[in-house]
């Protein structure tokens, strides 16, 4: 009985530390009372637990506010320099590996390319790319390595959660990859590993366009395509954890092939290389050649989905359609898919926000974001339509290792500063 009493204290006082940790964390700086009003907990309580987190020095003093005829409240908030995060964005051309300090600013920066679809072919260099920018952030930003609280990865593809993380492949190579036992080889730093626009997609929803939010939706086009589901605030993941692949989703049915093996699929009509193919085929049917002087784009039919080539490209068919009739046709005739793509969301999932990121989305949503609207207004049912707002991600094109360093956050806050 005594065990159990002490176990259930201490589980009290973690609860109370990732209770107060969170307000501090999202609503700070905030006093003392302010969040015993925050969180219903006794001013004792506030007081102990406040002492704990700053003699851990998980906590800090921001200056202070008058109060009505008393003495100043003081402010405090989770310091900065409590800990470090770092966040990996293995996507689909390049390995960016980022180094963060608790208030989400960037320290140090690391980053490799990659062949298209290497973490499937081929995932030991993969690895080996992630152990070396972890050591390399942690030596450029001068951390101790105790300092940093874990190591966050997105990734793309399926994310199997269980007794041993595996990454399942969206295109034909190698699948069940054991990322997270390829990758305890090179470091005992703890790991999370998640999809990478479900990562990105938190960071969304904690610190972007979806904050205020309980049931969004955030649909991410790059290279490939994909979305974050939010229910309640929290997100679906579904009976094996991969929920979310709103690019294998169909939109003709016998229609192109995607290169996850099915015919039809939204990725096929409005990912990066989809919208370059069929600009580039189009373009060589009636005759264009190369970049003439009136804003065509030479070359796009060609481009091989390497990084910056392919974003080069992307970005120039969306600059040129305000005066190049075949660009303007193939973003219209994308914003159309796109529309029918993002009604099937709000029809399933009856969100509050639909949210347009990553770094084609962005480009795409720039440039025609009333035409999405539009599109999707004619597939949509029209009630939950009306209660869905269509907007554009807040935190760039490239927040995948900022959504993945959330990770370790995530659990840093759940657990009360836990190690």
Not at 51 to 66: I, N, Q, R
Not at 306 to 333: K, N, W
Request: overall charge negative; charged content about 20%.
């Amino acid at each position: 009985m005594g065990q159990m009493n002490r176990r259930t204290v201490r589980d009290l006082r973690r609860g109370n530390r990732s209770t107060l940790l969170r307000q501090l964390y999202f609503r700070g700086p905030v006093s003392r009372q302010e969040l015993g009003a925050l969180t219903g907990l006794s001013s004792g309580s506030v007081s102990n637990v406040v002492g704990e987190l700053l003699a851990d020095e998980l906590v800090e003093e921001a200056g202070s506010v008058e109060s009505d005829g008393g003495r100043p409240r003081t402010l405090l908030r989770v310091a900065p320099g409590g800990g470090h995060l770092i966040g990996v964005d293995v996507g689909e051309t390049h390995v960016r590996v980022e180094l963060f300090d608790l208030a989400l600013t960037e320290l140090a920066r690391w980053e490799h390319p990659l062949t298209p679809g290497g973490l499937e072919r081929d995932p030991e260099p993969v690895v080996g790319h992630i152990l070396t920018g972890v050591d390399a952030v942690v030596d450029k930003s001068g951390a101790s390595p105790e300092a940093v609280i874990g190591v966050g990865v997105g990734v793309p593809g399926v994310v199997e959660q269980g007794d041993e993380i595996l990454v399942h492949g969206p295109t034909a190579g190698r699948d069940a990859v054991p990322l997270e036992r390829l990758l305890r080889t090179g470091t005992d730093l703890p790991l999370f590993i998640d999809n990478g626009a479900t990562a990105q997609g938190q960071a969304e929803m904690w610190f972007g366009a979806g904050r205020g939010a309980d049931n969004a939706v955030i649909a991410l086009i790059g290279s490939g395509v994909g979305a974050a589901i939010v229910t309640a605030g929290v997100p679906y993941r579904g009976a094996t954890s991969s929920a979310g692949e709103w690019g294998h989703t169909v939109v003709q049915v016998g229609g192109r092939a995607c290169r996850c093996g099915a015919v039809g699929c939204l990725e096929a009509y409005v990912g990066a290389q989809a919208v370059l193919d069929r600009y580039g085929r189009g373009a060589r049917g009636a005759g264009a050649s190369g970049v003439d002087g009136a804003g065509g784009v030479g070359g796009a039919g060609g481009a091989d989905g390497a990084g910056e080539d392919q974003q080069a490209a992307f970005a120039a068919i969306v600059g040129a359609a305000g005066s190049e009739a075949r660009a303007r046709a193939v973003l219209e005739e994308t914003a159309a898919y796109l529309g029918a793509g993002i009604a099937d969301l709000i029809n399933l999932f009856n969100p509050e926000r639909i949210i347009l990121g990553g770094w084609a989305g962005l480009l795409l949503g720039g440039r025609v974001l009333p035409r999405i609207r539009a599109a999707t207004a004619s597939y949509a049912l029209h009630r939950p339509y009306a209660q869905a707002e269509i907007g554009l991600a807040e935190l760039g094109p490239d927040a995948v290792a900022l959504g993945a360093a959330t990770l370790p956050l995530a659990h840093f806050l759940a657990t009360g500063g836990a190690r």
